[in-house]
């Protein structure tokens, strides 16, 4: 396991943008796929978007063609930019690491990640 660390998150008006960014600490993650989830609270986690480490994206419907996940490997460092944001998307975003190797679709499980970072709040006003 890797832990990771989540910065970023805050306050922002609907329709605007937003960036997380989540480091594994004392690691570099270029064996690891990387995935961004979200919760609130009474729900499940939800999968917002994934990182695999051969570089293939996959989004949730919900969030396909606003959101964008990267990474820096300069940096070390993986990013979920968010434009257009809805208050629906207020949630506690998370990020996940695994070294797993994604079967068709597991990749949207939480149960398929092996770390997880504390999650970051992200509210999206109306």
């Known amino acids: 396991q890797v832990p990771v660390v989540e910065s970023g998150g805050g306050l922002v008006q609907a329709g605007g943008s937003m960036q997380l960014s989540c480091a594994p600490s004392g690691r570099t993650y270029s064996s690891y796929s990387m995935g961004w989830f979200r919760q609130n609270l009474g729900k499940e986690r939800e999968f917002v978007a994934v990182?695999?480490?051969?570089?293939?994206?996959y989004y949730s419907d919900s969030v396909k063609g606003r959101f964008t996940i990267s990474r820096d490997h300069a940096k070390n460092t993986l990013y979920l930019h968010m434009n257009s944001l809805e208050p629906e998307d207020t949630a506690v975003y998370y990020c996940?690491?695994?070294?797993?190797?994604?079967?068709?679709?597991?990749?949207?499980?939480?149960?398929?990640?092996?770390?997880w970072g504390q999650g970051t709040q992200v509210t999206v006003s109306s």
């Open positions: 996940a690491a695994t070294t797993r190797a994604f079967s068709a679709g597991s990749f949207s499980r939480a149960q398929e990640y092996e770390s």
């Open positions: 990182l695999s480490w051969t570089g293939r994206t």
